[in-house]
């Protein structure tokens, strides 16, 4: 049977002090809507639904970011949760399957869990994904009789007994979509915030005679953020079960707590991170690479086998071939470094090609850019680019060519070629030590002067 979500992304999150939509702020680079669409994924969704309205324009890119097939309506008014899902309803015209409805600030829902409402659904009409909470707050709680969930009573309308109870209601929920909205369209807001309560559908369910259930998860995967400070919990719990889980595929690191990784890395076995390694989005790593201290990384690619840092930074457009070595302070933008080349000190290597085995020295820099457009340096294979170069760019080098030390590259250089473009060396004899005596009595007179 097919399934549809319809995430709800309406509100503002005043709590977080923001002109930003709640649901954008980020979590590990991504925002938070996006956390909630991938998670759904796990269900392979025919429909996807966000219903936006704080800042919607903003929500409604994003989500489109995401997945350009996603539809998103408007909630004008946020009246509730149950009147959010009920935007969704033209949207979903035609569609025969199960719903799952989705909080777009509540990013961390596993795979498991929406595979385990799915296959609950198979014997129950609603199903409800609820959690013992260690302390329930203002959470919705679950009233149970044995396997059946009878009534979710909001926090603002339940009886002491009630607020009593731990088992809470996460927001999470599964229905047949053409029941689901029905169950919603018998929604009213006679209740303490006069809302439209989504959680009221199952009340009004089990009146018809549907059957509800609970499936229960960790409390962690229900972890919703209202505000910054929650905002960094959110940061803190994703990085570290994303920590663990490349460590359990295969990935070491020495100091897990201070690797700190993008929603989307990805790492390959055998892989080590060394400490204080810090991944932006879009970056790949293969298997047997090593990642030394300190490095920064960005949308780039390194191939197996290669050496990255300590100290190094990799930004976009940064394409490592295998066995590449690039070292301490050494930048790479938008470049190709081909199998086996080594770049180890102080160089920038931007928008530029580099060919299979070349070794960059130190202090070299691809000059790209004439304050207005961006060029390119092409060297080709097994080149040789002396210390201290500056390849002033457009320029081409071909195989096998070199570059004396401390040349500026203006022009290009032909295959096997020795480039040297620097002031010829005058040794003049004796005229150090002239100068250094003439130096030294130059200051025993001031010091004379001074006493
Ligand atoms: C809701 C549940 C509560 C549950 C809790 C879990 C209801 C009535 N209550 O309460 O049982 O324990 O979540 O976190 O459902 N939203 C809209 N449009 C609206 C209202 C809300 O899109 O008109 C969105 C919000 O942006 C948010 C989500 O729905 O993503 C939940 O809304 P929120 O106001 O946080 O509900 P809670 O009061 O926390
Ligand atoms: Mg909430």
Redesign the pocket.
């Known amino acids: 049977m097919s399934t549809a979500l319809i995430i709800?992304?309406?509100?503002k999150g005043t709590r977080m002090e923001s002109d930003l939509p709640k649901v954008l702020h980020r979590i590990a680079h991504a925002p938070m809507l996006w956390h909630a669409m991938r998670a759904g994924l796990a269900v392979d969704p025919e429909e996807t639904v966000v219903?936006a309205?704080h800042e919607a324009a903003q929500v409604e890119a994003s989500a489109k970011d995401f997945d350009p097939q996603v539809k998103v309506v408007i909630?004008a008014e946020?009246?509730?949760?149950g009147?959010?899902v009920a935007q969704a309803k033209n949207a979903l015209q035609g569609f025969d399957g199960n719903a799952i409805v989705l909080?777009?600030?509540?990013p961390f829902i596993s795979e498991d869990t929406l595979l385990a409402m799915l296959a609950a659904r198979k014997t129950h009409d609603i199903v409800v994904l609820g959690f013992e909470a260690a302390d329930p707050g203002r959470?919705?709680r679950l009233l149970c009789s044995g396997e059946t969930l009878e009534r979710?009573v909001?926090f603002k309308d339940a009886t002491d007994e009630e607020r009593a109870i731990t088992l809470?209601?996460?927001?999470v929920i599964c229905a047949d979509s053409t029941v689901l909205f029905n169950l919603v369209d018998a929604v009213g807001n006679d209740n303490a915030s006069g809302?439209y309560?989504?959680?009221d559908i199952v009340a009004i369910a089990r009146a018809r005679g549907l059957s509800a259930t609970v499936v229960r998860c960790d409390e962690r995967e229900t972890l919703?953020v209202n505000s910054r400070a929650e905002l960094a919990v959110a940061e803190w719990l994703f990085q570290k079960n994303r920590r663990a889980e490349l460590m359990a595929d295969g990935v070491s690191m020495a100091a897990p707590d201070t690797v700190y990784l993008a929603w989307d890395t990805v790492i390959g076995r055998d892989s080590e991170i060394e400490p204080n390694v810090v991944f932006g989005p879009g970056v790949t790593v293969e298997n047997e690479v090593r990642i030394r201290a300190f490095s920064h990384l960005e949308g780039a690619h390194v191939s197996r086998g290669s050496i990255v840092g300590p100290f190094a930074r990799l930004r976009p457009g940064a394409e490592l071939g295998e066995n590449v070595h690039v070292g301490n302070f050494v930048e790479v933008k938008n470049a190709v470094l081909h199998e086996g080349v080594k770049a180890n000190h102080l160089t920038y290597l931007g928008d530029a090609d580099i060919g299979a085995r070349t070794n960059i020295g130190a202090g070299t820099i691809t000059c790209n850019y004439d304050g207005v457009f961006k060029h390119r340096t092409v060297i080709g294979a097994d080149a040789f680019i002396g210390s201290d170069t500056m390849l002033v760019a457009p320029v081409t080098l071909g195989d096998g060519a070199m570059t004396a030390s401390g040349s500026t590259i203006t022009e290009d250089v032909p295959a096997a070629a020795l480039a040297v473009a620097r002031a010829r060396q005058e040794n003049k004899p004796g005229l150090a030590k002239k100068l250094f005596d003439m130096l030294k009595a130059r200051k025993a007179k001031m010091v004379k002067g001074a006493s």
């Open positions: 709800l992304a309406a509100g219903v309205g909630q946020q009246l509730g949760t009147h959010a909080y777009g600030d509540t959470y919705g979710i909001e809470c209601n996460s927001g809302e309560y989504l959680t919703g």
